[in-house]
């Protein structure tokens, strides 16, 4: 395969994460070309068969590191709700059955916390970040962003569970942030900002 020396794959097929990935990472002055993996249709996707986000986030990006011949970051990320011991978690994308329907997602989700008083529905978002290189070297990074779900949904911004999770100190959920906003507080945004420097000191 082609490709220039400073390409990084972000491993993923999901278009809002790579545009929002892309924010970050320019924003914190990379100077990689970054690239999706839908630029490698040829690559099937792979199963996420980890029990933790790290693991799920090292089997991708160890597997699009090796089919390419670069460097790869995935991330593996989920919302832990505290009444139900951490879930959805590592099954939040296919909590209702089918992988990445968000709507079945969060009516299930919902139905399931119909009883739960305000007091009691603390949750987090959690990512882990993880840099794959060819030759097998592996980092991984985390970041959490806290808050509590409301009761029905709110916004029509970002995706999955955006639209319940309130983030702690906001009037607004996720879903209703701007994409700055979003991306200056949230899970993802606090882990692929850790994982910068990861990248500057592996890959210059």
């Keep these: 395969m082609t ?47 980890g029990v933790t ?3 799920n986030a090292l089997l991708k990006a160890h597997a699009l590191a090796q089919a390419t011949g670069l460097p790869a970051v995935a991330d593996d990320s989920g919302l832990c709700v505290d009444v139900l011991n951490g879930a959805p978690g590592i099954f939040s994308a296919r909590w209702a059955g089918s992988h990445g329907d968000d709507a079945a997602n969060l009516a299930l989700l919902l139905a399931q916390l119909g009883d739960i008083p305000d007091g009691h529905r603390g949750a987090h978002f959690f990512c882990a970040a993880a840099l794959a290189l060819p030759d097998g070297t592996e980092r991984v990074v985390e970041g959490r962003l806290l808050g509590t779900l409301r009761h029905t949904p709110a916004g029509t911004g970002g995706f999955g569970y955006d639209p319940v999770l309130q983030p702690l ?13 979003k991306n200056a507080i949230s899970h993802r945004g606090l882990a692929f900002r850790a994982l910068v420097p990861v990248v500057r000191e592996l890959l210059g």
């Design 169 to 181: 100190g906001e009037s607004r959920t996720c879903a209703e942030l701007s994409a700055a906003e």
């Design 3 to 49: 490709s220039t020396p400073s390409r990084l794959i972000l491993a993923t097929r999901n278009a809002g994460k790579v545009t929002e990935l892309r924010a970050i990472l320019s924003d914190a002055g990379l100077p990689h070309e970054l690239v999706g993996a839908d630029a490698y249709p040829e690559i099937p996707d792979v199963k996420e068969t």
């Design 53 to 55: 986000f790290a693991e």
